[in-house]
């Protein structure tokens, strides 16, 4: 019996399309572990502990830009719309609900959008660290090359 390859339905919206995926899988503390260790990573690149050629800083810094281009979007889309009180009713348990809606969607630090948002320096911060290890990879190469001449005189 052969198998039938699995088609996506045309119906159905993307990943891309679908807020609730992308929230679920910022976890707060997840974006916290990475502010760390990007936070290290750019101490490091300040300290000349870490340096990156041009060629291996280019994914990167392309991969950086993606991410970067995809949160702004996310953000300018659903930013709004998580900061609104849903109107669930004038009842006491639908303005339970909407309040709880609200504070996940933009009220209190666990947040949807302030996990965003975070996500966002995080991204910016490994950038920082990117530029600054190609610039110490760059004055190394130089130092590199006077010594070399230096030596040939």
């Known amino acids: 019996m052969s198998q039938v390859p699995l088609v996506p339905d045309p119906g159905q919206p993307t990943s891309d399309q679908r807020i609730d ?5 910022t976890d707060p503390e997840a974006v916290d572990k990475a502010a760390a260790e990007t ?9 000349k502990g870490f340096r990156i050629s ?6 990167l810094k392309k991969a950086l830009a993606n991410m970067q281009s995809r ?10 719309v998580l ?7 004038s ?6 609900v909407a309040d709880h809606d609200l504070k996940s969607g933009s009220g209190d630090t666990t947040s949807a959008t302030t996990v965003l948002k975070a996500l966002v320096k995080v991204i910016e911060n490994a950038d ?3 530029d600054i290890a190609l610039r110490n990879y760059q004055e190394e190469e130089s130092e590199t090359a006077r010594n070399v001449s230096g030596k040939q005189a």
Request: glycine share 6%.
């Open 39 to 47: 936070r290290k990573l750019l101490d490091s690149a300040r300290d």
């Open 71 to 80: 949160l702004d979007e996310l953000l300018a889309r659903h930013a709004a």
């Open 91 to 96: 009842h006491p348990y639908g303005q339970t």
């Open 54 to 59: 041009p060629e291996g800083v280019e994914p």
């Open 21 to 25: 995926k992308s929230v679920t899988a």
């Open 83 to 89: 900061s609104q009180r849903p109107k669930l009713g």
């Open 128 to 130: 920082k660290a990117l």
